[in-house]
């Protein structure tokens, strides 16, 4: 097996897993490379100088198996931006936080790669957002995850945005910003403005505005083969664009055009981790502090 290390640079109490992951790949042959910032951040393991780095994504080439995440979810959206349309399943550790994307905890590190080395796992694709422009904003790498959005940018004033599902008009939603979400995506910025978690692979995108002047303006879940067409107009010319965690400065004048992708993301998953157990978990869903 031939499996990519990526990850940013971590924590000190963090690098005993990473030193642990590097152990066992030692124990069972694994031929592997370093994310080069990861391994800058490991200058004290002694064999550093011998293990092959990448830096761009060209260089994950296609005999590499598997990518090792370790992280939090930032650190899975980044891992994305590497990995783009080589079907290369990610195993996601989770050193971060939270850890919706990166589920495996960091205690069961021997367990995930002793489960993929037997085969013993499902793979489970997310799909991806695509953009469209005419400005061809974030040309490098115009897909994205979790979530695309649209926010104001140098004014404390509302923004009007004006959407469309295949040309037909939706709604102008004055508001501070709009969020176009991936049942991946759900339950992250989407959620916290009060937009629904939806289960992965349900074929769906979900339209969530950021603090809405009108109180009745609720976010809606769509079927994801649709095109979503947004328009802009405010009192500032530009605007901010995401996707995911990347940014670029917008015009007033942008059309921006959102359709679900061909390519989808791999991940690999344990039967021992289901969505429930892992929104059960990280939601704290069910805890009673008064038992």
Known sequence: MKAAIFGKNVKKESVKYITELLSVFDDNDVEYLMFEPLLKSLKQNKNSSIIK??????????????????????????????????????????????????????????????DVLNKRFTIEERVLLELDTVDNNFSDFNYALNELTVVKKDTASMITIHVYLDDIFVNSYWADGLIISTPSGSTAYSLSVGGPIVVPNSENFIITPIAPHTLTVRPIVIKDDK????????????????LDSRSEKISSSSVIKITKSTNTIKFVKFSEIDYFSTIRNKLMWGVDKRN
């Open 53 to 114: 780095t990448f830096l761009k994504h060209e260089e994950l080439t296609s005999d590499i198996d598997f990518v090792f995440c370790l992280g939090g979810d930032g650190t899975i959206l980044d891992a994305i931006t590497y990995v783009r349309d080589k079907n290369i399943p990610i195993v996601g550790i989770n050193i971060g936080r939270l850890g919706f994307l990166s589920d495996i905890s960091k205690e069961n590190i021997k367990e995930a790669v002793n």
């Open 227 to 242: 095109k979503i067409t947004i328009k802009i107009e405010g009192r500032s010319k530009n605007y901010l664009l995401t």
